[in-house]
């Protein structure tokens, strides 16, 4: 901030307004003390003198420090914020300490010749980070922004700008690298396989233990799919699976295939495969366990070998069967009494030799269900064979493990006997079991997640067709979690969220079913009601108000009482078919109308609600329509700089069939609601670049820039910056005359984000302007950091700017703080002569509004004439008739 950030501290003001600037060198030395006593005696007398006053205390009380020194590094201005960082009690005690002792703040002095070395080039410099020292003589690392800055005669003498102490991010920063290394580490050593594949087989990624059972290194195989490493023959089989796996016919699946390895041979492999989805249900890609069970299928010719060589040869029997590393036994078919059995056998099931032969295996207990045993016998009756029985058996100790047998019947001198091989499966089904807790259950609270939840509730409808008890389901969602989540963190959001998720477990009856359904939002399945609506109406209220009330009471977390509240809606189910999605959303919408009733509140769903709704639907499937039908249309307003023409905004237009022209207000909300915001934004930045190459052609027009509003749903989306481009360079449009326009709404989501698109799209060549500056959440810390161009101050600051005193100090802040960050300002709403002018004499000069022009339809714009600009606004024919239209 610095000097020019505040003019009147530093040069004195005419209405006695002007903070002191005692010193020969124009600094304040005061105590912290008597600065509290001075601020409280002296509070200003008037409305100009408040909003001084105010921007004074907003220099004071900063999160950010803000720090002022001359060319030689010597500080003359900093606020307590930038004292507080360097270990001092106030800025005097910094300012004293520094040039009556001369520590240098600098941890090292190559860093700060670093910076003056870039501010030399580059005049000003964002981000830069470097080691301070503190007054106890420790480092921490800052990031500097910093700019050269003039004295009243015009000459560079001192350098100012922000501080922020990022110690913390770093640490962070170091924190994730390993985490992420550990994570890596768990991957590489995993004892199976490991392969993530997009929904058509591609691989993604892989670890080297299933890079080794192919014999392809992982970088070779990122990119080939399933299919290339499948000889034909084994390929129907791998598809059909994975078909029923996208269609949700089956939530896993576990077989055998074979793999073709790089240097040509097969390798026998079981697989493990689940779709992992996203939060609406969409396949985000498979997650497959591959176990190299060549072994096990060399045992298994092995073993034939030992079957046809048993008649010829005892001794190459026996060396084949205690040799297998599966586990391998005989028994007698009548009564399972064990004849032979191999030492992988008795490792497993942790018995003696002498404690198994001579017994059954009814009376050592091996079969945790006997009556799987008699399943095997049967099928070796009918067959002669059992294949692939998975099935639990239970060690000497007492422990069940799984394990897949193989059996056959075998004559042992004229006894039939059964001969089986059994694999340990205990890993592959602790696999199969955290997989289907990543696809059926939420992982931050350990409840149902919507997909359980769908399913339990088609299983209550089905249900409530054969009896005549009622059901219901309590849709619930925490009101302004999302403001808690940005203020106190996401780690303290997700404890609120376990927190809340326990205290509605607590409200729940015995059979009733409580599911996260992602975010905030909770649900509950209230089973087995009163087949008397008014009693199952009293039992859903009398739990939905217990919910109420415990979600309600203060919680402390992580030092923090949060206080919450809960809205809650209910939907219930009598005799009629009604699908599970249907009914989910029926007690959504009553949800969302205990929010608009005060929020700690529930509603019934009841029917008028799902007019309203309708209602809403088809205006969605009119817009919809609309898109496809080109019924939407750009009118430009222009914008102008010193009574010159420099820019236009494209202001988006619905020719409606039936209500006639449509500003965005009255559809934009559904349009991001919807999804539809995409396509048309996309349309709306192909009208404009056509647009601007329209007007390249014109030698009057050929300098314009177009500025286009965007939506934070597009903002959000992966693509977006390769989307922008391709449009870009589809029509071939000059990108420089391109600025985009951002909400301060769209600055709390994913700030980082947000800036490396920025910096994508401005290294082509577009610009960023800020809209409605001031209105939203405004944090110093996030413009910083932002690689904007300008400011678009809003209306309503505009508006009353003549006549209210605030307003007007208001704006002068607003248009410093631009000037300070170097970024442009543009007003908008301007609508008389008297605003223009007193927006003028604060240094604003670009300017949008009435005084000007409507905005009007390309070919109209095309004919705008500074010197025209008052008949316009007077000209009550046209510009009334788009009064209406005009406001956004």
Request: with cysteine.
């Given at each position: 901030m610095?000097?020019?950030a505040f003019?009147?501290?530093?040069h004195g003001?005419?209405?006695?307004?002007?903070?002191s600037?005692?010193?020969?060198s124009?600094?304040?030395?005061?105590?912290?003390?008597n600065?509290?006593?001075l601020?409280?005696?002296?509070?200003?007398?008037?409305?100009?003198?408040e909003?001084?006053?105010?921007?004074?205390?907003?220099f004071?009380e900063?999160l950010?420090g803000?720090?002022?020194?001359?060319?030689?590094?010597l500080p003359?201005?900093?606020?307590p914020?930038?004292a507080?960082?360097?270990?001092?009690?106030?800025?005097?005690?910094?300012?004293?300490?520094?040039m009556?002792v001369?520590?240098?703040?600098?941890?090292h002095?190559?860093?700060?010749?670093?910076l003056?070395n870039?501010?030399?080039?580059?005049g000003?410099?964002?981000g830069?980070?470097?080691?301070l020292?503190?007054?106890?003589?420790?480092?921490f690392?800052?990031s500097?922004?910093a700019?050269?800055?003039?004295?009243?005669?015009?000459?560079?003498?001192?350098?100012?700008?922000f501080?922020?102490d990022?110690?913390?991010r770093?640490?962070?920063e170091r924190q994730?690298?390993?985490?992420?290394?550990?994570f890596r580490?768990?991957?590489?050593?995993?004892?199976?396989?490991?392969?993530?594949?997009?929904?058509?087989?591609?691989?993604l990624?892989?670890?080297?233990?299933f890079?080794?059972?192919?014999?392809?290194?992982?970088?070779?195989?990122?990119?080939?799919?399933f299919?290339?490493?499948?000889?034909p023959?084994?390929?129907?089989?791998?598809d059909?699976?994975?078909?029923?796996?996208l269609s949700?016919?089956?939530?896993?699946a576990?077989?055998?295939?074979?793999?073709m390895?790089?240097?040509?041979?097969?390798?026998w492999?079981?697989l493990?495969?689940?779709?992992?989805?996203?939060?609406?249900?969409?396949?985000q890609?498979?997650?497959t366990?591959?176990q190299?069970?060549?072994?096990?299928?060399?045992?298994?010719?092995?073993?034939?070998?030992?079957q046809?060589a048993?008649r010829?040869?005892?001794?190459?029997?026996?060396?084949?069967?205690?040799?297998?590393?599966?586990?391998v036994?005989?028994?007698?078919?009548?009564?399972?009494?064990?004849?032979?059995?191999?030492?992988?056998?008795l490792?497993?099931?942790?018995?003696?030799y002498?404690?198994?032969?001579?017994?059954?295996s009814?009376?050592?207990?091996?079969?945790?269900?006997p009556?799987?045993?008699e399943r095997?016998?049967d099928?070796?009756?009918?067959?002669?064979?059992c294949r692939?029985?998975e099935?639990q058996f239970?060690?000497?100790?007492g422990?069940?493990?799984?394990?897949?047998?193989?059996a056959?019947?075998?004559?042992?001198?004229?006894?039939?006997?059964?001969?089986?091989?059994?694999?340990?499966?205990?890993?592959?089904?602790?696999?199969?079991?955290?997989?289907?807790?990543?696809?059926?259950?939420?992982?931050?609270t350990?409840?149902?997640?919507r997909?359980?939840?769908?399913?339990r509730?088609q299983?209550?409808?089905?249900?409530g067709i054969?009896?005549?008890?009622?059901?219901?389901?309590?849709?619930?969602?925490?009101?302004?979690?999302?403001t808690?989540?940005?203020?106190?963190?996401?780690?303290?959001g997700?404890?609120?969220?376990?927190?809340i998720?326990?205290?509605?477990?607590?409200?729940k009856?015995?059979n009733?079913v409580?599911?996260?359904l992602?975010?905030?939002?909770?649900a509950?399945?209230?089973d087995d009601?009163?087949p008397i609506?008014?009693?199952?109406?009293?039992?859903?209220?009398l739990?939905?108000?217990?919910?109420l009330?415990?979600?309600?009471?203060?919680?402390?977390?992580?030092?923090?009482?949060?206080?919450?509240?809960t809205?809650?809606?209910?939907?219930?189910i009598?005799?009629?078919r009604?699908?599970?999605?249907?009914?989910?959303?029926?007690?959504?919408?009553?949800?969302?109308?205990a929010?608009?009733?005060?929020?700690?509140?529930?509603?019934?769903?009841?029917?008028?609600?799902?007019?309203?709704?309708?209602?809403?639907?088809?205006?969605?499937?009119?817009?919809?329509?609309?898109?496809?039908?080109?019924?939407?249309?750009?009118?430009?307003?222009?914008?102008?700089?010193?009574r010159?023409?420099?820019?236009?905004?494209?202001?988006l237009?619905?020719r409606?069939?039936?209500?006639?022209?449509l500003?965005p207000?009255?559809?934009?909300?559904?349009?991001?609601?919807?999804?539809?915001?995409?396509p048309l934004g996309?349309?709306?930045?192909?009208?404009?670049?056509k647009q601007?190459n329209?007007?390249?052609?014109?030698?009057?027009?050929?300098?314009i820039?177009?500025?286009?509003?965007i939506?934070?749903?597009?903002?959000?989306?992966p693509?977006?910056?390769?989307?922008?481009?391709s449009?870009?360079?589809?029509?071939?449009?000059?990108p420089?005359?391109?600025?985009?326009?951002?909400?301060?709404?769209?600055?709390?989501?994913n700030?980082?984000?947000?800036?490396?698109?920025?910096?994508?799209?401005?290294?082509?060549g577009v610009?960023?302007a800020?809209d409605?500056?001031?209105?939203?959440?405004s944090?110093?810390s996030?413009l910083?950091?932002l690689?904007l161009d300008?400011?678009?101050?809003?209306?309503?600051?505009?508006?009353?700017?003549?006549?209210?005193?605030?307003?007007?100090?208001?704006?002068?802040?607003?248009?410093?703080?631009?000037q300070?960050?170097?970024?442009?300002v543009i007003?908008?709403g301007?609508?008389?002569?008297?605003?223009?002018?007193?927006l003028?004499?604060?240094?604003?000069?670009?300017?949008?509004?009435?005084?000007f022009?409507?905005?009007?339809?390309?070919?109209?714009?095309?004919?705008?004439?500074?010197g025209?600009?008052?008949q316009?606004?007077r000209?009550?024919s046209?510009?009334?008739?788009?009064?209406?239209?005009?406001?956004?």
């Amino acid at each position: 901030m610095g000097v020019s950030a505040f003019p009147d501290a530093a040069h004195g003001s005419g209405n006695g307004c002007a903070f002191s600037a005692a010193g020969s060198s124009g600094i304040a030395h005061r105590t912290q003390e008597n600065e509290t006593v001075l601020r409280r005696a002296a509070r200003p007398e008037n409305d100009a003198c408040e909003a001084e006053w105010k921007y004074r205390s907003i220099f004071d009380e900063a999160l950010e420090g803000i720090f002022q020194t001359t060319i030689e590094g010597l500080p003359v201005l900093a606020n307590p914020a930038a004292a507080r960082m360097l270990g001092y009690n106030s800025a005097d005690e910094l300012l004293g300490t520094v040039m009556n002792v001369g520590v240098d703040v600098w941890a090292h002095l190559s860093e700060r010749a670093e910076l003056l070395n870039r501010l030399e080039q580059e005049g000003a410099v964002r981000g830069f980070e470097c080691r301070l020292r503190h007054k106890d003589g420790g480092e921490f690392w800052a990031s500097l922004s910093a700019r050269y800055a003039c004295d009243a005669d015009g000459n560079t003498r001192y350098i100012q700008g922000f501080i922020e102490d990022i110690t913390s991010r770093r640490d962070v920063e170091r924190q994730l690298r390993m985490s992420e290394a550990r994570f890596r580490t768990s991957f590489e050593q995993a004892a199976v396989g490991i392969a993530h594949t997009s929904a058509d087989g591609k691989i993604l990624r892989c670890n080297r233990r299933f890079a080794g059972i192919v014999g392809y290194t992982p970088d070779e195989l990122i990119g080939l799919t399933f299919q290339q490493i499948t000889p034909p023959g084994d390929r129907p089989g791998g598809d059909k699976m994975r078909e029923r796996l996208l269609s949700g016919e089956i939530n896993n699946a576990s077989f055998e295939k074979r793999y073709m390895r790089k240097d040509g041979s097969l390798t026998w492999v079981a697989l493990t495969i689940a779709l992992q989805r996203g939060g609406e249900s969409d396949p985000q890609h498979f997650i497959t366990m591959v176990q190299d069970i060549n072994a096990r299928k060399q045992a298994e010719e092995e073993l034939e070998a030992a079957q046809k060589a048993l008649r010829a040869s005892e001794e190459r029997y026996r060396i084949a069967f205690q040799t297998t590393l599966d586990a391998v036994n005989i028994n007698r078919l009548s009564d399972g009494l064990y004849i032979e059995c191999n030492k992988s056998f008795l490792d497993i099931t942790g018995h003696s030799y002498e404690e198994v032969i001579g017994r059954t295996s009814l009376e050592l207990s091996i079969w945790a269900n006997p009556d799987d045993r008699e399943r095997m016998v049967d099928c070796i009756r009918k067959e002669g064979i059992c294949r692939s029985l998975e099935t639990q058996f239970r060690k000497k100790n007492g422990d069940v493990f799984w394990g897949l047998m193989y059996a056959s019947k075998i004559e042992l001198d004229g006894v039939s006997c059964v001969l089986s091989i059994t694999r340990d499966l205990s890993d592959a089904k602790l696999a199969e079991e955290k997989i289907n807790n990543l696809a059926f259950y939420d992982p931050l609270t350990g409840l149902p997640n919507r997909r359980l939840l769908m399913e339990r509730l088609q299983q209550s409808l089905a249900k409530g067709i054969r009896n005549a008890h009622s059901r219901a389901v309590l849709f619930i969602d925490l009101d302004n979690f999302k403001t808690l989540n940005d203020s106190l963190g996401h780690q303290v959001g997700d404890l609120l969220l376990r927190e809340i998720a326990q205290r509605i477990k607590a409200c729940k009856r015995e059979n009733d079913v409580v599911a996260r359904l992602g975010g905030d939002e909770f649900a509950v399945l209230l089973d087995d009601l009163s087949p008397i609506p008014a009693d199952a109406v009293a039992q859903a209220e009398l739990v939905a108000e217990r919910i109420l009330a415990a979600t309600s009471l203060p919680i402390f977390l992580a030092n923090h009482e949060c206080l919450s509240s809960t809205s809650l809606g209910i939907a219930l189910i009598g005799k009629g078919r009604k699908s599970p999605a249907e009914v989910l959303k029926q007690a959504e919408i009553a949800m969302y109308q205990a929010k608009g009733a005060g929020r700690g509140t529930l509603r019934f769903f009841a029917p008028q609600l799902q007019t309203a709704v309708n209602a809403r639907a088809a205006l969605e499937e009119e817009l919809r329509r609309g898109i496809k039908a080109n019924q939407f249309q750009l009118w430009y307003q222009p914008q102008v700089d010193r009574r010159r023409l420099v820019g236009a905004e494209a202001l988006l237009r619905w020719r409606h069939p039936n209500r006639g022209i449509l500003a965005p207000s009255e559809f934009i909300s559904l349009a991001e609601e919807s999804g539809l915001i995409l396509p048309l934004g996309d349309w709306v930045l192909e009208e404009a670049c056509k647009q601007i190459n329209r007007w390249g052609k014109r030698k009057d027009l050929a300098s314009i820039a177009v500025a286009v509003n965007i939506s934070a749903v597009q903002f959000r989306k992966p693509e977006f910056v390769e989307r922008v481009l391709s449009i870009i360079d589809a029509s071939g449009a000059d990108p420089t005359k391109i600025q985009l326009e951002i909400t301060e709404s769209m600055l709390v989501e994913n700030l980082e984000d947000l800036i490396v698109k920025m910096n994508v799209l401005k290294a082509r060549g577009v610009s960023f302007a800020l809209d409605d500056f001031g209105t939203g959440y405004s944090s110093l810390s996030y413009l910083k950091r932002l690689p904007l161009d300008q400011l678009k101050i809003d209306r309503s600051f505009v508006r009353d700017i003549g006549s209210d005193v605030a307003s007007g100090a208001i704006a002068r802040a607003l248009i410093t703080l631009g000037q300070v960050m170097g970024l442009s300002v543009i007003a908008e709403g301007i609508e008389t002569e008297e605003q223009r002018e007193f927006l003028t004499r604060l240094g604003c000069h670009t300017f949008q509004g009435f005084l000007f022009s409507h905005p009007v339809p390309a070919e109209e714009f095309e004919t705008f004439r500074m010197g025209r600009a008052d008949q316009r606004v007077r000209s009550s024919s046209k510009a009334n008739s788009f009064e209406g239209v005009v406001r956004n």
